[in-house]
């Protein structure tokens, strides 16, 4: 499945009327359509993930730094 204009189902190139489908056929596009909602859910989430690791990645470089540049100036 590629794309959805109204009822019609574009496969490979060729169009279907939805109404014409089996009910497999039709069972078959609602679990295509709840996949790709939930991977498109799932990459926000990775997205938001990375984000964070980044984040207290960052923070523990910077500390390290401190703690670093503080030894040195203390000796």
């Known amino acids: 499945m590629t794309q959805e204009q ?3 189902i574009t496969i490979e190139g060729k169009e279907y009327k939805q ?3 089996n009910d497999q056929q039709n069972y ?4 295509i359509r709840d996949l790709q909602t ?3 859910d799932l ?3 990775l ?12 923070a523990l470089i910077s500390s390290v ?6 030894e040195a100036a203390a000796s």
Do not use: C, G
């Not at 997205?47 to 960052?58: E, H, R």
């Open 6 to 8: 109204s009822n019609v």
């Open 38 to 40: 939930k991977a498109n």
């Open 43 to 45: 990459k926000f989430q």
């Open 47 to 58: 997205d938001q993930v990375q984000a964070s690791l980044d984040a207290f990645t960052n």
């Open 65 to 70: 730094k401190e703690e670093k540049a503080e």
């Open 19 to 21: 109404e014409d489908l």
């Open 28 to 31: 078959a596009i609602a679990q």
